[in-house]
């Protein structure tokens, strides 16, 4: 089969993937939450979100998805007749979770409307192993495999360097919370992430989405260290979410809030998002997993207790 010469990517860890494989160039339509690397900036957006408004507090988001759900209706609106224009003959996509893309059944329906032969690339990871998987699958049906070889064996790398690093003693409790009102800790490779980077996960469970938890699950897990990663939002908004987080019952005698462990980060670059980009969350992972107070946090993280102008010094990621 000869490599797809026009690729619109439904994904944005599938954007990312397909360029740092070489193939970028062939990209031909992103979604509207596509922002990386920056070349995709500028290509056509085929998304648009449909239930949530630009500024939204983390509750009114979360009330705008559950009503969408319970009413069959979809989160994002697909841009048919756009998607019709650029003539893909590869879409990737994925089936995992309805918050993070068009549904694949619509996608599905959009493409038998489409002329030729176009195929669908679903990626479905699931732990850090999937998404190196997922970077060579991409690579094999993109005519890329070669490179797209060399970035997994280096995304393999990666981990396996953090995976051997000698772990705190003791190992810290570590709570992530992947959105924050209502509290959703992070499933899939966030677990895994806080095993390899040398703490314990007591609330996320390894390979399942992540789930709601009670402020009192929070609270009883008595966290050494919080990593707030809210889904989508890069480290300036995750900031702004912090002291409604500290504002609640109890937080100040939590271990992570009395040793100043609490640390945001650019969750939508490093954590969220199964690319590339995903060792360099948990080489993040690690350091913070180690730091002691009075630290500089890591390119991509802020620890709280910090001083705002410490802070926003730490805002644009840079390659640890």
């Known amino acids: 089969m000869s490599a797809p010469l026009r690729i619109v990517s439904l994904l944005p860890s599938a954007t990312e993937i397909l360029f740092a494989i070489g193939a970028g160039p062939r990209v031909v339509g992103v979604t509207h939450e596509c922002d990386y690397p920056p070349p995709a900036r500028r290509l056509p957006r085929v998304t648009s979100n449909a239930v949530v408004a630009e500024g939204e507090s983390p509750a009114s988001i979360d009330r705008h998805i559950q009503a969408a759900r319970h009413a069959g209706s979809s989160i994002y609106r697909l841009d048919e007749r756009l998607l019709y224009e650029l003539r893909p003959d590869l879409i990737v996509t994925q089936e995992l979770c309805d918050v993070c893309a068009v549904a694949y059944g619509e996608v599905k329906r959009a493409v038998r409307r489409l002329p030729?032969?176009?195929?669908?690339?679903?990626?479905?990871?699931?732990?850090?192993?999937?998404?190196?998987?997922?970077?060579?699958?991409?690579?094999?049906?993109?005519?890329?495999?070669?490179?797209?070889?060399?970035?997994?064996?280096?995304?393999?790398?990666?981990?396996?360097?953090?995976?051997?690093?000698?772990?705190?003693?003791?190992?810290?409790?570590?709570?992530?919370?992947?959105?924050?009102?209502?509290?959703?800790?992070?499933?899939?490779?966030?677990?895994?992430?806080?095993?390899?980077?040398?703490?314990?996960?007591?609330?996320?469970?390894?390979?399942?989405?992540?789930?709601?938890?009670?402020?009192?699950?929070?609270?009883?897990?008595?966290?050494e260290v919080m990593v707030l990663m809210p889904c989508g939002l890069d480290l300036a908004h995750t900031l702004e979410l912090v002291p409604s987080v500290a504002a609640r019952p109890g937080f100040d005698g939590l271990p992570c809030a009395a040793n100043d462990r609490v640390v945001a980060v650019d969750g939508s670059a490093y954590f969220n998002r199964p690319g590339p980009r995903i060792t360099q969350g948990l080489s993040i992972m690690a350091v913070a997993l180690r730091a002691a107070s009075g630290d500089a946090a890591p390119a991509g993280a802020a620890y709280w207790n910090q001083p705002a102008t410490s802070r926003m010094a730490l805002m644009s990621p840079r390659p640890l």
């Open 116 to 223: 030729g032969d176009v195929l669908v690339l679903s990626l479905e990871p699931r732990s850090l192993e999937d998404i190196c998987a997922s970077v060579e699958e991409v690579g094999a049906v993109a005519g890329c495999g070669g490179r797209a070889s060399r970035v997994a064996a280096a995304m393999r790398q990666q981990i396996a360097q953090v995976a051997a690093l000698d772990p705190p003693d003791p190992k810290p409790r570590v709570a992530c919370l992947e959105w924050t009102d209502p509290i959703m800790v992070g499933g899939h490779w966030v677990p895994e992430m806080v095993e390899l980077a040398g703490g314990i996960d007591p609330l996320g469970i390894a390979g399942t989405p992540s789930r709601y938890a009670s402020w009192t699950d929070i609270a009883a897990a008595r966290p």
